[in-house]
Each structure stands twice: as structure tokens, then as C-alpha cells.
């Protein structure tokens, strides 16, 4: 049975505990803020170019760019996955993990080769120790910059280009609100826009000519969507985190009224039991 002492000394030690939860809290907090503002104006620059892309593509003819052509046999195909570098954001990492882990199993036998290309440690953790092909990693992100995501666009071009992978998804997590995310799994190259009605379309007028405008622009759009799904996916763990650290210093606090409790009953049967052995001993000593 655990003394009056050890209880006081574990109750200490979660007050400890949720000091640290309350504080990781505020701080994720302040970061979701903050990833929310960078996350809307990129939203609105990435909506944007969505909508100048399809208007142009909706032109084009067939074939006119590599990376607007999809293949018509499809034998291997590399799922670009975004997670975290850091735990204690609930179920963030695994959920993304898993999805990507459910995806290889399940098409391993449609495909010839199913490689994954990780952003993010514990995505990498999670796919190494279940021994799939991981054709690139990147880790210790600490924020999306623009040479980052030009250079994670230049090697999934080139890897689509050379016929190393003949389609490309890109697996992330989508923020919706601070409460709610979901992870999404698009396909990424080649880029696939919808069209939508003949009512969107415009006649442009191209300088120098179309072809070079759309090979500037197609790869412009596909860094523009990597740079959205990290700031996405960085977004949601943020808003994970903060939920998960508001849960754990609840969770600290109901422990410490409950061994509280617990405490103040031991130390009151302690009373009784000294008060007893005083009165027993006085009766003693009066029979004697």
C-alpha cells in the first residue's frame, strides 16, 4: 500500500506534468494562429492559380505537355506522404501512416513497384519498420520554404519524367477546423484538372507562345500544391497537438483530485487510528 508520503510525492509530479501539458497547449496554440493566416493567403494564391491553370489546359490540345498526359499503362507508382517530425500530436502521424500502409497492401499486386516518398520523421519510423520501398526521405522540416518545396517538385517531376514512377500521389492532412481533419490522398502527376464548363473559358493571348507558358506554369502549379499540403498538414498537426495537450491537462487534473482524495483519506484514517491508540492507552493506564 502506497504511504502518505508516495501519494504527495505523485501528486507532485503530475501537477509537474500538467504544467508542462497547459504550456505545450498555449504554445501550439499561438502556432495553429499563426499557420492559419499563412494557410489562407497560400489557399488563396493556390485557388487562384487552380483556376488560371484549368482555364488554359481547357484549351490545350491533347499531348501538349508531358505532365498533362496520362500514361496508358500503369506499372509503378510512388505515394508522396506528409507527417510529422514530432509526437505527442494524437493520432496525426498514425493516421497518415496508415493510410499510406493500407494503400501499399492493398495494391501490391496491381502494381510492379509501390515506392513512398516521406516528408516528415515519423511517417519514415512508421514505413521502415514495416520494410516498404521508401525512395526518398526529408526530415527536421522546421517550417516550408520555397527551396524546399522547389526542390521536392523538381524530383517528383523527374522521377514521372524519366519512367522511374508512371503516377504519383500525394497523401496528406487536410484542415478543415481546429476540431476536425482528414487525411486526403490525391492524385498528384500527372496533373489531372477538371475541366469544368465551356462557360469558364477564355481565349488568351500567349507571349512568347503556348508552350512555353505551359511549361513554366504546369510545373509553378505542382510546387504550388506541395507548398499547400505542407502548410496544410503543418496546420492540422498544430490543431492536434493543441487538442491533445488540452486532453492531457485535463486528464492530469481529474488524477490529481482523485489522489487528492485518496491522500486525505489515508491521512484522516492515520488521525483516527492515532487518536484510538491515545484513548486506548489512556483507558489502560486509568484501569491500571
Known amino acids: 500500500m502506497a504511504t502518505l508520503r508516495d501519494i504527495k510525492r505523485k501528486i507532485g509530479s503530475i501537477n509537474s506534468t500538467q504544467t508542462i501539458t497547459r504550456t505545450m497547449k498555449m504554445v501550439s496554440?499561438?502556432?495553429?494562429?499563426?499557420?492559419?493566416?499563412?494557410?489562407?493567403?497560400?489557399?488563396?494564391y493556390a485557388?487562384?492559380?487552380?483556376?488560371?491553370?484549368?482555364?488554359?489546359?481547357?484549351?490545350?490540345?491533347?499531348?501538349?505537355?508531358?505532365?498533362?498526359?496520362?500514361?496508358?499503362?500503369?506499372?509503378?507508382?510512388?505515394?508522396?506522404?506528409?507527417?510529422?517530425?514530432?509526437?505527442?500530436c494524437g493520432a496525426f502521424n498514425t493516421n497518415i501512416s496508415l493510410a499510406t500502409e493500407n494503400f501499399i497492401i492493398q495494391n501490391r499486386d496491381k502494381y510492379e513497384r509501390i515506392g513512398a516518398y516521406l516528408i516528415g520523421k515519423k511517417a519514415k519510423e512508421y514505413l521502415q519498420r514495416r520494410k516498404f520501398d521508401i525512395v526518398r526521405d526529408w526530415t527536421d522540416i522546421k517550417k516550408p520554404d520555397q527551396d524546399l518545396v522547389g526542390t521536392i517538385a523538381s524530383e517528383l517531376i523527374s522521377l514521372y519524367l524519366d519512367g522511374e514512377f508512371d503516377r504519383i500521389y500525394l497523401s496528406y492532412t487536410h484542415f478543415y477546423s481546429p476540431v476536425k481533419q482528414i487525411v486526403m490522398f490525391d492524385e498528384f502527376i500527372p496533373v489531372h484538372i477538371d475541366k469544368g464548363s465551356n462557360?469558364?473559358?477564355?481565349?488568351?493571348?500567349?507571349?512568347p507562345d503556348v508552350g512555353t507558358i505551359v511549361k513554366a506554369l504546369i510545373p509553378k502549379y505542382i510546387s504550388t500544391k506541395i507548398y499547400y499540403a505542407l502548410f496544410e498538414s503543418l496546420t492540422s498537426e498544430y490543431a492536434v497537438r493543441m487538442a491533445a495537450m488540452d486532453n492531457a491537462t485535463s486528464n492530469c487534473g481529474e488524477i490529481v483530485r482523485h489522489l487528492t482524495l485518496v491522500y486525505n483519506k489515508r491521512r484522516q484514517e492515520s488521525i483516527t487510528n492515532e487518536m484510538m491508540d491515545i484513548v486506548g492507552g489512556a483507558e489502560a493506564l486509568r484501569g491500571t
Open 29 to 44: 496554440a499561438s502556432k495553429l494562429r499563426r499557420a492559419q493566416e499563412e494557410l489562407d493567403k497560400t489557399k488563396a
Open 47 to 88: 485557388t487562384k492559380l487552380e483556376e488560371l491553370v484549368r482555364r488554359v489546359v481547357q484549351k490545350l490540345p491533347a499531348g501538349v505537355h508531358p505532365l498533362l498526359t496520362p500514361r496508358e499503362e500503369v506499372k509503378k507508382v510512388l505515394v508522396v506522404t506528409i507527417s510529422s517530425d514530432r509526437g505527442l
Open 199 to 207: 462557360e469558364e473559358s477564355s481565349d488568351y493571348i500567349y507571349e
